[in-house]
Structure formats: C-alpha cells, structure tokens
C-alpha cells in the first residue's frame, strides 16, 4: 500500500508537473531566433535584464508599454520573461537569459535584446559580456557587466554603473552618477549631475562639462590619466594629488595648503578655489597624470 | 448472502489490484491487475489513467528551471528562515552569471569587503605589531610588517580566494578569463607598485591608502570570478 501511495504520488506528481511546464512554457522562447513581445506597465515599472552575453540596447519612450525584441543566436540558450503582476499593468518586468543545460559550457551565449521601456522606468542589466546601451531614462539604473561596454545618455535618476574591463560613457546624466572599472576607461560628458564619482585602475578618466552649484564630483585612477576639461567659467574648489604622475593645471586657483600634501611630492598636489568655489572636485591618482583644463 | 460475498471478494480485488499495480506499472508481469482492471471499472480507469500520464510523462521534455526559478525558491526559503542568506556585494554586482552554489565565495567576499568597509570608514582601527602573515605574500615583496589587524586580514583574504581563483581558473570560459586575468593584472601591478613605494616611504599614508583599495578591488573581482567560475 505504501508503495502504491509512492506510484500514485509520483505519477500526481508528473501530471503536476506537466500542468505547471504547459503555462511556463508559453513564457519561454528556446533557440535561435527573434522574438518580440509587448507588455502593458505602470508609468515606472521595475525592469530587469539579466543577460549571459550579447548587446542590450533600451530605449525610454512616452507610453506604458515595454515592448522587447530580442535574437537568441544559440540553441542552447532561453529567454525567461517574467512580469508581475501578471494580468494588467506590470509594475515589474523581468528578462532572464539562461542556459538550457547547465552541465555544458556554452561557448558564444549570446542574446541581443532592443528594449522600449516608459521613461520613468527603473533599470537593472547585468550582462557580463556585451555592450550596454541606456537612452533617456528618468529613474535609476544600475548596469553590471564583465566585459561589456557600457554607454548612458540623457538619464535623470542614480546611474550605478560597474564594469571589470569594459569603458562606460555617460552623456548629460543629471542624477547621481557611480561609475566603477578595473581597466576601462571613463567618459563623462556635459553632466548636470550634483553627484558624481568615476573610479578605475588602468584605464583613463575623462571629464568634459560644467559643475553644478553644490555639486560634489570625485574622479580617482590609479595608473590611467585624469582630464577634466571645463568652461573658464567653472566655479569649483579642487583636491587634486598624484603620488607618482604628472598634475596641470590651467586655472588660476586661490591656492590652499592641502591636506595630506606632504605624502606627495611638491608639485603634485593642488589644493584651491576656482571662482566662487561653488562645487568640490577630487581628483587623485596614484601613477597617472592628472590635467585640469579649460575647454 | 451471495451478493455480500460477492462484494468481498470484489472489495479484495481491488486491494489486491492496488497492491500489485506499483510492480505492474514498474514492468512486471502480472495477469492479475490486467484483468481486474478489465472487471472493475473504478480500477481500469485508474490504471487507464497512470498509464496514460507515464507515457506523457516519458515525452516531456527534460526542462532546466531558469536561474530566476532557482533564485525564486532561494528567496523564499530564505523568507521562511529555512536558509539564511547575506546578499554581498557582488550579488549585486555580477549575480547573473552565478550558476553554481556560490556560498563560500560569497562568504569569503562578504568577509572581504566587510573589512574593506570597516578599513574604509573606520581607518587604521587598531594599529599593532603583528608578525608576518603565515601565508605567502600575492605579490614578489611582502605586506607591510605593521599592517593593522584588520588590513592584515583583508591581504589573507584576497591570497585565499586567488588560491581558489587560481583552482578553479580552468572552468571560466576564454573571453570571461581574458577580462578577469587583466584586471587581476592591473591590480597586481598596482600592489607591487604600492608595495616598492612603502618600502622607501613606509609612512605614506597615501601610498598605504592605495595599497589597501587595491587589495579591495581584488577580493572584488576575485569574488566575481569565483561567482562566474561554474558556468
């Protein structure tokens, strides 16, 4: 008896499980191939993309709607789509690129994934090894990647952006920006941003824009160079040091005795005010050199 | 009387069905369940029935859950208390890629960049003489001699995970290991670099500020790469 109760649990059990496998598989799209989906959202829905590799490009636009195009190019990778909840406006879309069986090593994983989403979404993308691309988003994004560049252009909420090797580029950002790498450089252009830090080791880290009143800007490198070009006009009070590079400086600054100077050699740290000193600029390296300029 | 007897016996049928049809279905011969099923309509429907399911069980394709099942399950387990997990800070960073159990890394992580934080905010919280750590140095020169406890701890950490970083090398796939080994690189180079200079200025508080972000950045990707290391 105790036996026929295991068969009968255990054949309930595949019935189960082919109940559950039919439903889940009209939310899956497995191999090779484009596939296009449009989703009804809230005004700023939560939506991620969790990638193994391949480009992910998304775009803000006016309506409720995440519409998503994505091409898996291998057999041996799937695509999950998951929105919460799951009848009416999703405030929550999730992407999930996965690989149909884990025991074997893929060796190209690739999905590219061209994503509308409204503007007031909220993005979460990690994609080890592939290009991320972020147009006119107004909430925040956080991007993960490996590899993989990372380009942000015209966003308004917290930009939280990591990448071991990749370069990360962030055009006329306005929220707070975090951007991290190892060995891939930095590019900030034209920020209004009151919040920013670029951290990398060996890549470069360049500058190019204003200074928002208050704002607090903090660019570190380790053996890459730092330019920061900016109008004459700039109002901004520098920490700038390098233990080991070279520091210029094209601003007449009222010059201050920095702290911890006397840990570099003289000539290598700027301490001072730049007009009315409205917003604070760090700047330090350890090898690389550091140029302060006028645009 | 005949009726009653009748019904006994049916009744003892369908135990003695019930008893036998796990053996049946499992392939051994047995006349006996075949042809009560074919006399009892409420058994040879059952038995109509699990075979039917067997056979539609044996065509259904062998899915792998997506890792956001694997996470959902995690999640909820985690909510009932019946796991603990502590998110690190490089779930956030690369979670995707974590295909495979990813407690030790992530403890090993958790640990590293909790005394990356306290090195960070606290400063030099405890500055004391302390030996050589037991393990050999990443780098060609030795650690400073007068690291703090907790500084100390971090540059065993990172020679931990480069150890298990180092075993488990193989198993990334080429391009995933060709990003990993130059940052690794460049921070090694960075903490050799840092190393010389402590050497002819140990008291640069700059230069040590360098050294002891570097070994963050370390256990960082390290932590990363062991995360990615399964796929």
């Not at chain 1, 296009?36 to 709607?65: C, F, H, Y």
């Not at chain 1, 929550?92 to 509308?116: C, E, G, M, W």
């Not at chain 1, 409204?118 to 993308?125: K, M, Q, T, V």
């Not at chain 1, 208050?214 to 053996?223: A, K, P, R």
């Amino acid at each position: 008896m105790l036996r026929l109760k295991r068969v009968r649990m255990r054949s309930g059990a595949k019935v189960v499980g082919a109940l559950l496998l039919i439903p889940a598989g009209l939310l899956m799209a497995q191999g090779p191939g484009q596939t296009e989906k449009n989703i009804a959202t809230t005004a700023t829905p939560r939506v991620s993309i969790s990638n193994l590799a391949g480009k992910v490009t998304v775009r803000g636009w006016d309506r409720m709607q995440v519409h998503v195009t994505y091409t898996v190019t291998s057999p041996k990778v799937a695509v999950d789509t998951e929105q919460v909840p799951i009848k009416g406006a999703a405030n929550k879309v999730h992407f999930t690129s996965y690989l149909t069986d884990r025991s074997q090593t893929v060796a190209n994983p690739v999905v590219d994934y061209i994503v509308d989403v409204p503007s007031g979404a909220s993005l979460e993308i990690h994609d080890p090894q592939g290009k991320v691309k972020i147009n006119s988003i107004k909430g925040d994004a956080s991007v993960d990647s490996l590899g993989g560049g990372i380009s942000v252009a015209d966003s308004s909420g917290h930009l939280s952006l990591r990448s071991v090797g990749g370069n990360i580029e962030i055009i006329r950002p306005s929220g707070r920006v975090e951007a991290y790498s190892i060995n891939g450089n930095l590019h900030f252009v034209n920020p209004t941003s009151n919040r920013l830090r670029g951290t990398t080791t060996s890549g470069t880290i360049v500058y190019d824009g204003d200074f928002a009143p208050g704002g607090d800007y903090i660019l570190s490198d380790y053996s890459g160079n730092i330019t920061v070009l900016c109008p004459s006009t700039a109002s901004f009070e520098l920490d700038a040091k390098t233990v080991r590079g070279k520091l210029d400086n094209q601003f007449r600054l009222v010059r201050r005795g920095p702290a911890g100077q006397s840990f570099v050699p003289p000539g290598n740290a700027i301490f001072g005010t730049q007009g009315s000193g409205q917003a604070t600029l760090e700047v330090t390296s350890f090898s690389g050199a550091i140029h302060i300029r006028q645009q | 009387m005949g009726e009653e007897r009748r019904d006994q016996r049916d009744i003892w049928g369908c135990q003695e069905f019930e008893l036998k049809l796990a053996a049946y279905l499992e392939g051994e011969a047995s006349t006996g369940v075949s042809k009560h099923a074919e006399q009892c309509a409420s058994c040879g429907s059952l038995l109509g029935d699990l075979q039917m399911i067997e056979a539609a069980a044996k065509d259904l394709p062998l899915e792998s859950p997506s890792p956001r099942v694997w996470s959902n399950i995690r999640s909820t387990l985690a909510e009932e208390g019946i796991i603990r997990e502590q998110k690190s800070f490089w779930q956030r960073w690369i979670p995707s890629v974590s295909l495979i159990p990813r407690s030790a890394p992530a403890a090993a992580l958790a640990f590293a960049v909790m005394l990356a934080v306290i090195m960070l905010f606290k400063g030099d919280i405890q500055r004391i003489g302390i030996q050589k750590p037991a393990t050999t140095p990443v780098v060609a020169t030795a650690a400073p001699n007068d690291l703090s406890l907790v500084q100390l701890n971090l540059v065993r950490t990172v020679k931990a995970m480069e150890e298990n970083y180092k075993a488990r090398e193989a198993t990334l796939d080429p391009s995933a290991k060709q990003v990993y080994q130059a940052g690794l690189t460049s921070l090694d180079n960075s903490i050799q670099e840092c190393l010389d200079s402590l050497q002819k200025q140990p008291h640069n508080m700059l230069v040590r500020e360098y050294l002891m972000e570097a070994y963050a950045q370390k256990a960082e990707v390290l932590a990363s790469a062991l995360e990615y290391g399964g796929r």
